[in-house]
């Protein structure tokens, strides 16, 4: 079976795990190819609760018809469906021959309850996040 460790270790929702976290964890993940022009989630819709993280290949991410970034090998997206069952945020459509490892929210869950200790680590990490956010709002006003 494969790992996806150095994968995983790019992502900063699990960038704090420690090397036997991320190997457990990436066992909840799995493979899958995507055609150019293929929208693996389309904004406003409820389109399935998988977490991406391309591996190979290009994505365009728009909000509102309107393109507002470019994603590659390493970029992920899906994060929100991991925890919530809100509808997508914005579509996110293959450019290229899209490579991505994907895990579905309920994997996810499974996931955390078996392993507290490593959604301590994520806890902090989402609280950092917003604090951040919560931040960068303030000193724009």
């Given amino acids: 079976m ?13 960038s704090d795990l420690s ?10 993940f799995r493979e899958r190819s995507f055609k150019p022009g ?10 399935g609760c ?25 970029d992920h997206f899906g994060e929100l ?5 809100q509808v997508r945020t914005a579509t996110v459509t293959a450019t290229t021959r899209l490579d991505c490892l994907l ?4 994997d996810f869950r499974k996931f955390i309850k078996a ?11 989402l609280t950092q996040v917003l604090l951040e956010a919560q931040n960068t709002s303030q000193s724009n006003r």
């Fill in 81 to 85: 469906a991991l925890i919530t069952e």
């Fill in 115 to 125: 392993n507290p200790d490593t959604a301590w680590k994520l806890l902090q990490h």
């Fill in 103 to 106: 895990m579905a929210s309920w």
């Fill in 2 to 14: 494969a790992t996806f460790e150095n994968d995983l270790q790019r992502v900063g929702l699990f």
């Fill in 38 to 47: 293929t929208s693996m989630i389309t904004e406003g819709k409820m389109s």
């Fill in 19 to 28: 090397q036997r976290q991320l190997k457990k964890l990436s066992h909840s």
């Fill in 50 to 74: 998988d977490f991406f993280i391309i591996t190979e290949g290009a994505a365009s991410v728009s909000v509102n018809g309107k393109e507002v970034e470019q994603l590659g090998p390493g």
